[in-house]
Nanobody
Framework: QVQLVESGGGLVQAGGSLRLSCAPS????????MGWYRQAPGKQRELVAS???????NYADSVKGRFTISRDNAKNTVYLQMNSLKPEDTAVYYC???????????????WGQGTRVTVSS
């Protein structure tokens, strides 16, 4: 069973930076869109940023100019570079990917287990 594995979360002071990474735990046939979501305590999960297989990106207004999503298709890895972090960025960040395990299977939505980001003031 393929899983998305995230890394890079942690505790950082306001104004600091973190870089999140996410990749499938095993081989896959193809990956379409990839993205990062976050869920803060007591709030709904929200889209942070997404990137298509061709490299087109989309960002939540709250992170534009501070966060950058990128992907390395050769490594099947998506990154989220987070700069100028604010306390309100504190949340569990989840990786998401629309991927196809084999040619014979339809693309499906996969989620990572989440990585916690805490920004102290």
């Amino acid at each position: 069973q393929v899983q998305l594995v995230e890394s890079g979360g942690g505790l950082v002071q306001a104004g600091g930076s973190l870089r999140l990474s996410c990749a499938p735990s095993g081989s896959v046939f193809s990956i379409n869109a990839m993205g990062w979501y976050r869920q803060a305590p007591g709030k709904q999960r929200e889209l942070v940023a997404s990137i298509t297989s061709g490299g087109s990106t989309n960002y939540a207004d709250s992170v534009k100019g501070r966060f950058t999503i990128s992907r390395d298709n050769a490594k099947n890895t998506v990154y989220l570079q987070m700069n100028s972090l604010k306390p309100e960025d504190t949340a569990v960040y989840y990786c998401n990917a629309d991927l196809r395990i084999t040619l014979m299977r339809r693309p499906q939505d996969y989620w990572g287990q989440g990585t916690r980001v805490t920004v102290s003031s």
